[in-house]
C-alpha cells in the first residue's frame, strides 16, 4: 500500500489570506482528484488532473499535478470563509482493478471573517 | 433526481448487535462503493461492487458484509457490531470508467 500524505494536516487562516496544501506519496497515479468536504457532508469533486505538470484553475483555485506524478499541490487565493472544509486528495493507480480509491489524510481548512 | 442517499442518518448499537445500512443511487452508475472515514485517517474503502451481483473487499472489509441484488443499491451489514467500527460511513457512485465519485450525505454509527 502507497503511503499518501497530506500537509498541513490542519490550517487556519483569516479572509482574503492565500495559502497551498499539498498531496505527497512516493508512487506513480496515473491521475488524482481533489475534493472537498464540508462538515456534516460528503466529499464532492473540484478537479481530476491527469498529465504531469498539469494546472487547472477553478475560479481561485489552482491545482498542480507534479511532473513525476507522484504530488500535487492546490493553492487558494484570496481564501474566504466558504473554502471551509476538508480537502482531500485521492489518486488512482494506473493498475487498480475496479477503480480502487484511495484517500489521504486530508488537509482540514478553517478560513475566519 | 436525488443523486446518492444513505438510511439511516444516525444509529447507536450495543456491541453484538446486526444492522444494514442501505445505500442507493437513482444515476444509473455501475459501480458503488462502502467507505469509513475516521478522525485523522481520511477515507478508507470497505467494499465496492462493479456492477449487480458482484463485490470485492477493500482495504478494511473485517466485520462487514455488503449485497448488490439491484443495481441502484449497496447494502453494508455489520453481524455483530464492536466498538472500533464506532465511524461516519459513506456510500459513493460512480459510471463505468469515469473517475468522479459521488457520494451520499454519510450514517454516523456509535457502538457502545
Known amino acids: 500500500t502507497q503511503l499518501l500524505e497530506q500537509s498541513p494536516q490542519f490550517l487556519s487562516i483569516q479572509e482574503g489570506e492565500n495559502l497551498t496544501v499539498y498531496c505527497n506519496s512516493s508512487?506513480?497515479?496515473?491521475?488524482l482528484q481533489w475534493y472537498r468536504q464540508e462538515p456534516g457532508e460528503g466529499p464532492v469533486l473540484l478537479v481530476t488532473v491527469v498529465t504531469g505538470g498539469e494546472v487547472k484553475k477553478l475560479k481561485r483555485l489552482t491545482f498542480q499535478f507534479g511532473d513525476a506524478r507522484k504530488d500535487s499541490s492546490l493553492h487558494i487565493t484570496a481564501a474566504q470563509p466558504g473554502d471551509t472544509g476538508l480537502y482531500l486528495c485521492?489518486?488512482?493507480?494506473?493498475?487498480?482493478?475496479?477503480?480502487?480509491?484511495?484517500f489521504g489524510p486530508g488537509t482540514r481548512l478553517s478560513v475566519l471573517p | 433526481n436525488a443523486g446518492v442517499t444513505q438510511t439511516p442518518k444516525f444509529r447507536v448499537l450495543k456491541t453484538g448487535q446486526s444492522m444494514t445500512l442501505l445505500c442507493a443511487q437513482d444515476?444509473?452508475?455501475?459501480?458503488m462503493y462502502w467507505y469509513r472515514q475516521d478522525p485523522g485517517m481520511g477515507l478508507r474503502l470497505i467494499h465496492y461492487?462493479?456492477?449487480?451481483?458482484?463485490?470485492a473487499k477493500g482495504e478494511v472489509p473485517d466485520g462487514y458484509n455488503v449485497s448488490r441484488l439491484k443495481k441502484q443499491n449497496f447494502l453494508l451489514g455489520l453481524e455483530s457490531a464492536a466498538p472500533s467500527q464506532t465511524s461516519v460511513y459513506f456510500c459513493a457512485s460512480t459510471l463505468a470508467g469515469d473517475l468522479e465519485q459521488f457520494f451520499g450525505p454519510g450514517t454516523r454509527l456509535t457502538v457502545l
Open positions: 485521492a489518486p488512482q493507480l494506473a493498475d487498480n482493478y475496479g477503480q480502487n480509491f484511495v
Open positions: 444515476m444509473n452508475h455501475e459501480y
Open positions: 461492487s462493479v456492477g449487480e451481483g458482484t463485490t
Open positions: 508512487s506513480v497515479f496515473s491521475s
